[in-house]
């Protein structure tokens, strides 16, 4: 950030945006998320679908997004926990 406020983008980043989509994807810890994401995940799982010819490969895709987020509940809840705990 300059002394103005204003971000300043590198310029290897500002090429990068020329060539690829950037959309932020994120999830709440319950799995939740948002129109964004969700149209992301669509517009990935029809592409994924087009080039495998899987109909079921979106399905795969949001089963797995599923699993990492229920490990990564684990690992918050486990590391929540001191060894009189376990």
Known sequence: MSISGVYHVPFCIM??????????VAFET???????????????????????????????LNQRISIAIQQGNTISVLGSLTADDL
């Open 30 to 60: 319950m799995g939740s998320v948002g129109d964004a994401t969700m149209a992301f995940l669509d517009s990935l799982g029809a592409k994924i679908r087009k080039e495998t010819g899987d109909i079921r490969s979106s399905n795969f």
């Open 15 to 24: 090429q990068l945006t020329n060539r690829f989509h950037f959309t932020p």
